[in-house]
């Protein structure tokens, strides 16, 4: 169970001991036991290891903090780095829908979606949308994972719909099949370790997907996929 999870995670070589360690234990066996009786689960494990090493790995900062007339602080994402300022007509505050509109200095102004400020064509290339954040998430970590499986009808559209449920950015994707063989790569914006653990385990949970996995900077060069075997029961296409 360990060793799957923590080669699931991209961290296959950490040393037991150390894990054991981390959590309290004496020795790798009372760690194992612990897992075995479900006193500690793999996915605990994998979550904080992954928060140890998450400041480690490629980042890209989302979010913007922008002040408001009072002095009060917020963390507004996608503005793609322009000056930030709210406006002063609807005064925008979390969880308020918000647009920005692009100004001809190339700064953005923060409205409410229904603000009388705002020109009356929603889809103009000077309308951006917009969110809220927060402190904690106004960096993302850069992570490419690879999901294999055996290929199937409807496979790749259930996969992004998953990213889409968990309202993540992704950079690119890419798959290959052949075979009666799925290999998918994609290349996705996380806000938190719990978050890629959890995308991780929806990956795995999808019918006929055999191996879900963050992998290595050399495996994004090589682009070769993992081979794997399983004998989790699948659908076979005709």
């Not at 500690?40 to 904080?48: D, E, H, Q, R, Y």
């Not at 998450?54 to 903090?65: A, C, K, N, Q």
Request: aromatic residues 8%; charged residues 20%.
């Amino acid at each position: 169970l360990l060793s799957f999870e923590l080669s699931m995670v991209g961290l296959s070589t950490y040393p037991h001991q150390w894990i054991a360690d981390l959590f309290g234990y004496d020795n790798p066996d009372e760690l194992y036991y612990a897992l075995g009786r479900a006193e500690i689960l793999p996915t605990n494990v994998a979550t904080k290891l992954l928060a140890v090493e998450w400041d480690r790995g490629l980042h890209r900062s989302v979010g913007t903090v922008v002040e408001s007339s009072g002095g009060e602080k917020f963390v507004v994402t996608h503005t793609g780095n322009r000056e930030v300022r709210l406006c002063q007509t609807c005064g925008p505050r979390p969880p308020a829908a918000i647009v920005g509109y692009i100004r001809k200095d190339g700064g953005v102004t923060v409205h409410r979606e229904n603000c009388h400020n705002l020109p009356p064509d929603p889809i103009s290339d000077r309308t951006i949308k917009l969110g809220w954040g927060s402190e904690a998430n106004r960096a993302v970590r850069l992570i490419r994972i690879q999901i294999d499986g055996y290929d199937r009808a409807g496979l790749m559209f259930e996969v992004l719909q998953l990213i889409q449920d968990e309202r993540l950015n992704m950079s690119s994707v890419e798959a290959h099949t052949g075979e009666n063989q799925a290999h998918i790569w994609l290349d996705l914006e996380v806000t938190s370790p719990r978050q890629l653990v959890r995308i991780l385990h929806r990956a795995l949970a999808l019918v006929n997907v055999y191996l879900v996995h963050c992998i290595t900077d050399e495996a994004v060069t090589r682009k070769q996929p993992v081979v794997a075997h399983s004998t989790r029961p699948y659908y076979k296409p005709e």
